[in-house]
T-cell receptor, first 109, second 111 residues
């Protein structure tokens, strides 16, 4: 599985868009980009995933660059409840997910 | 109820004891996973299974045993618990290249 690089921490003002970057320069053609988040000590929660095209769902948008070497998760209107650790993962092995250290997002009033 | 259930939620055991953590999912997902998360760190994959009777090692398999005789169950056994295995254990299930669903975790303390 390709490795990912994420900033250790980020801050975002409540109500503003949170843009979380992820570098995955060694991604191969059949690897998906997944985003999960973990709030406190709960089990990780799926957010979104994509292969080549940009994706949007009710939680977030995923923007993947044309060369697929990086991506950005966008939370359009961050709330205090979005404070969590966000994990960017690339995988093609039947959904086997190898977690890195993630980005600790703090949404501030 | 549909979902993924881990039991017990909390467990204290003594060094050297055998302990089994249970994981049950109701979706008939092909893939199941066990992770551990040490305090202040990310999740590490212990074992995973692509189908009943098919299991494979993850990043940190030493000291653990798994089995999967039925699609819906994926128990994790610590054959002889050590203090270093004190952790929060998460089970997950998914289909290939789709979202994974995680359980609420089992907090294991080895004394």
């Amino acid at each position: 599985d390709a490795k990912t690089t994420q900033p250790t921490s980020m801050d975002c003002a409540e109500g503003r868009a949170a843009n979380l970057p992820c570098n995955h320069s060694t991604i191969s053609g059949n690897e998906y980009v997944y985003w999960y988040r973990q709030i406190h000590s709960q089990g990780p929660q799926y957010i979104i995933h994509g292969l080549k095209n940009n994706e949007t769902n009710e939680m977030a948008s995923l923007i993947i660059t044309e060369d697929r070497k990086s991506s950005t998760l966008i939370l359009p209107h961050a709330t205090l409840r979005d404070t969590a650790v966000y994990y960017c993962i690339v995988s093609n092995q039947g959904g086997k997910l190898i977690f890195g250290q993630g980005t600790e997002l703090s949404v501030k009033p | 109820d549909a979902g993924i259930t881990q039991s017990p939620r909390y467990k204290i055991t003594e060094t050297g004891r055998q302990v089994t953590l249970m994981c049950h999912q109701t979706w008939s997902h092909s893939y199941m996973f066990w992770y551990r998360q040490d305090l202040g760190h990310g999740l590490r994959l212990i074992y995973y299974s692509a189908a009943a009777d098919i299991t494979d090692k993850g990043e940190v398999p030493d000291g653990y045993v798994v089995s999967r005789s039925k699609t819906e169950n994926f128990p994790l056994t610590l054959e002889s618990a050590t203090r270093s295995q004190t952790s929060v254990y998460f089970c997950a299930s998914s289909e290939q290249n789709t979202e994974a669903f995680f359980g609420q975790g089992t907090r294991l303390t080895v004394v």
